[in-house]
């Protein structure tokens, strides 16, 4: 089992609608967890990270932690074409160099 | 959060030569890690840089081919040795202030090698 698991395929959503990704991941002892949102080209940007189970809201993203289903989500709501990105989960592994392991990325695209 | 300047921002580079990758962060971050990002694929860990210690590789990737430094806790470099074609890709580092923080990332370094 790969350490961090995004498996759908690329996301078409219309404006206005709500996105929603799905992570999951292998190491038990994780502790936290976080959303990647990369632009064509540019480098990945830090948009959510989340560290107990439950929900955390940062204005129209949501993320979701399941830590006893190691599953990880990301909800989008109100999608804006400029949401249009592909957006990498990201869990911290605890070996000994605190490493960050990445899914393969969701692509997300708003239709207006 | 850390910001990190990055560069060269890209490279055409002569297979055999080398080319250093220099990151700047503009506050202490305890650990710096390297990527290298194909088109269109995830990230792929090249290796962990902590100051003091030998830089940690992930399988796949030695020192000789990857000399990485990190002289203090803002700066680091990554050098890509003996270049070939297959090295063409982009090349990313990050950096974190401890475990549990999101790790910033610097613009990243296009690398062409013809």
């Known amino acids: 089992q790969k350490e961090v698991e995004q498996n759908s395929g690329p996301l078409s959503v219309p404006e206005g609608a709500i996105a929603s990704l799905n992570c999951t991941y292998s190491?038990?002892?994780?502790?936290?967890f976080f959303w990647y949102r990369q632009y064509s080209g540019k480098s990945p940007e830090l948009i959510m990270s989340?560290?107990?189970?439950g929900d955390k809201e940062d204005g129209r993203f949501t993320a979701q932690l399941n830590k006893a289903s190691q599953y990880v989500s990301l909800l989008i709501r109100d999608s804006q074409p400029s949401d249009s990105a592909t957006y990498l989960c990201?869990?911290?592994?605890?070996?000994?160099?605190?490493?960050?392991?990445f899914g393969k990325g969701n692509q997300v695209v708003v239709i207006p | 959060s850390a910001v990190i300047s990055q560069k060269p921002s890209r490279d055409i580079c002569q297979r055999g030569t080398s080319l250093t990758i220099q990151c700047q962060v503009d506050?202490?971050?305890?650990?710096m890690f390297w990527y290298r990002q194909q088109p269109g694929q995830s990230l792929t860990l090249i290796a962990t840089a902590n100051q003091g210690s030998e830089a940690t590789y992930e399988s796949g990737f030695v020192i000789d081919k990857f000399p990485i430094s990190r002289p203090n806790l803002t700066f680091s470099t990554l050098t890509v040795s003996n270049m070939s074609p297959e090295d063409s890709s982009i090349y990313l580092c990050?950096?974190?202030?401890?475990?549990?923080?999101?790790?910033?990332f610097g613009s990243g370094t296009r690398l062409t090698v013809v």
């Open positions: 190491d038990r002892v994780s502790q936290s």
């Open positions: 506050s202490q971050v305890t650990m």
């Open positions: 990201a869990v911290n592994m605890r070996d000994g160099n605190n490493r960050l392991a």
């Open positions: 989340i560290y107990s189970n």
């Open positions: 990050s950096g974190s202030p401890g475990r549990d923080y999101g790790y910033t």
